[in-house]
C-alpha cells in the first residue's frame, strides 16, 4: 500500500491494520494505492470484485486541530471505492482521495487509515516467481526471514 501524492510515491509508516501518511497540505492529486484480489479467483466465493483495503476508518489530523473522521459513506469517496458495507468500504485497487477532504487543514496532515482486515490473498499466475513476484506467504516469509 502507499500513497500517489501529487505524482510522489508516498510510503506509511505501519502499526498492526493501521497506517499513517503525512501529506503535504497543498496536496492536490492524492491516490491511495493498494494491490487487488478478486475473492473468486482466490477462494470459494463468489464476489467477483477487485478487492483492494477494506478500510474501517479514515482520519485526518493538522496541528493542534482535533482529528477529523470521514465517514466511509461520504459521497466524496466515490471514485475507486465499492459501497460501504457493514462498518467498512473497501477499495479497489487505486482510489481516489478527494484534496477537498484537506480543506480548513493548515500545515502537513496526518492521514490514519485503519483497515478492518489484512489484505486478501492474491492470486499469482505461473512464471510469475521467474518474473520477481511471489505470492503473498511467500513474501511475508521472506520479510519474516529477513527480519530475524
Do not use: Y
Amino acid at each position: 500500500m502507499h500513497l500517489e501524492v501529487d505524482g510522489a510515491r508516498l510510503l506509511p509508516e505501519t502499526r498492526g491494520l493501521s497506517a499513517c501518511f503525512v501529506l503535504p497540505a497543498d496536496a492536490r492529486e492524492i491516490w491511495l494505492c493498494a494491490p487487488t484480489s478478486v475473492p473468486a479467483q482466490v477462494s470459494d466465493s463468489v464476489d467477483e470484485r477487485a478487492l483492494g483495503l477494506c478500510l474501517s476508518g479514515l482520519t485526518l489530523t493538522a496541528g493542534f486541530e482535533a482529528p477529523r473522521a470521514v465517514s466511509l459513506n461520504d459521497p466524496a469517496l466515490a471514485a475507486s471505492f465499492h459501497a460501504e458495507e457493514s462498518e467498512h468500504r473497501w477499495t479497489a485497487g487505486r482510489a481516489r482521495l478527494p484534496a477537498g477532504l484537506l480543506a480548513g487543514l493548515s500545515g502537513p496532515v496526518f492521514l490514519r487509515l485503519d483497515l478492518s482486515a489484512p489484505p486478501l490473498p492474491r492470486w499469482v499466475g505461473p512464471g510469475a516467481e521467474a518474473a520477481g513476484l511471489k505470492p503473498p506467504q511467500a513474501e511475508r516469509d521472506t520479510r519474516r526471514a529477513e527480519a530475524a
